[in-house]
T-cell receptor, first 111, second 115 residues
Framework: SQQGEEDPQALSIQEGENATMNCSYK?????LQWYRQNSGRGLVHLIL?????REKHSGRLRVTLDTSKKSSSLLITASRAADTASYFCATPLRGNTPLVFGKGTRLSVIA | DTAVSQTPKYLVTQMGNDKSIKCEQNLGHDTMYWYKQDSKKFLKIMFSYNNKELIINETVPNRFSPKSPDKAHLNLHINSLELGDSAVYFC??????????????FGSGTQLSVL
C-alpha cells in the first residue's frame, strides 16, 4: 500500500533557484522522512521530522510538516547541479512498521 | 568501509532459475529490510527483520525467502525467477524499527534482470 505521494513528479530548474517538493500522506504518523536517490545509487537519508515538529532545517534543506493537512514540503535553497536526483518522502504506515515510500520527485538542476 | 553492502551489484539470469542476493551491515543495527524498486522508481517494502526475527512480510510471493543467519546479515533467495521479478532490490538497515523515529541506511542496490 502507498502512503506518501510526492508532487510534482518531475521538476526542472536553473542552478541557484529554489526547489520545492510536496508530499501528502494518508494515515496518522509519528515521523516523516525525506530521502535522496542519485541515478543508479541507493537512497540517502536527508532529514526526519517528528509529528510534533512543524519545521526543520539542515544546511540548504528546509522541511515543513502540517499534520492537519497530512502534508510535508521539502525546500532546497540555492540549488546546485549536484542536487539533481530523485527525492522521496517516507513514513511508517503504522506503529513500528517499516517506512513506506512515495513515488518520488525527479529534480533536474541545470547549470 | 561501506555501511550496508549487498552483492552482487548486477544479476542477469534466465527465467526459472534460482538466485540469491546477500546483504551485510556493519553498523550494529538491529533491524534490516528488503525493498524492491520497479522501473517506475516505486519502492516497495518486501521484508523486515528485527534481531534475526521476521517482523513484517508484505504480500510477496513465497518464491522469495529471506534468511537472517545473524543480525548483521539478511539474504534474499528467489526461486523460479519470473520476468516480473526484474527490478532493483535494496537492502537497508536501521538501529530499531523505523516507526521509532529511526532513519534507514541503504545499500547500493542489486539490479536483477530476468531474461
Amino acid at each position: 500500500s502507498q502512503q506518501g505521494e510526492e508532487d510534482p513528479q518531475a521538476l526542472s530548474i536553473q542552478e541557484g533557484e529554489n526547489a520545492t517538493m510536496n508530499c501528502s500522506y494518508k494515515t496518522s504518523i509519528n515521523n516523516l522522512q525525506w530521502y535522496r536517490q542519485n541515478s543508479g545509487r541507493g537512497l540517502v537519508h536527508l532529514i526526519l521530522i517528528r509529528s510534533n515538529e512543524r519545521e526543520k532545517h539542515s544546511g540548504r534543506l528546509r522541511v515543513t510538516l502540517d499534520t492537519s493537512k497530512k502534508s510535508s514540503s521539502l525546500l532546497i535553497t540555492a540549488s546546485r547541479a549536484a542536487d539533481t536526483a530523485s527525492y522521496f518522502c517516507a513514513t511508517p504506515l503504522r506503529g513500528n512498521t517499516p517506512l513506506v515510500f512515495g513515488k518520488g520527485t525527479r529534480l533536474s538542476v541545470i547549470a | 568501509d561501506t555501511a550496508v553492502s549487498q552483492t552482487p551489484k548486477y544479476l542477469v539470469t534466465q527465467m526459472g532459475n534460482d538466485k540469491s542476493i546477500k546483504c551485510e551491515q556493519n553498523l550494529g543495527h538491529d533491524t534490516m529490510y528488503w525493498y524492491k524498486q520497479d522501473s517506475k522508481k516505486f519502492l516497495k517494502i518486501m521484508f523486515s527483520y528485527n534481531n534475526k526475527e521476521l517482523i513484517i512480510n508484505e504480500t510477496v510471493p513465497n518464491r522469495f525467502s529471506p534468511k537472517s543467519p545473524d543480525k548483521a546479515h539478511l539474504n534474499l533467495h528467489i526461486n523460479s525467477l519470473e520476468l516480473g521479478d526484474s527490478a532493483v532490490y535494496f537492502c537497508a538497515s536501521s538501529q530499531s524499527p523505523a516507526g521509532t523515529n529511526e532513519k534507514l541506511f541503504f545499500g547500493s542496490g542489486t539490479q536483477l534482470s530476468v531474461l
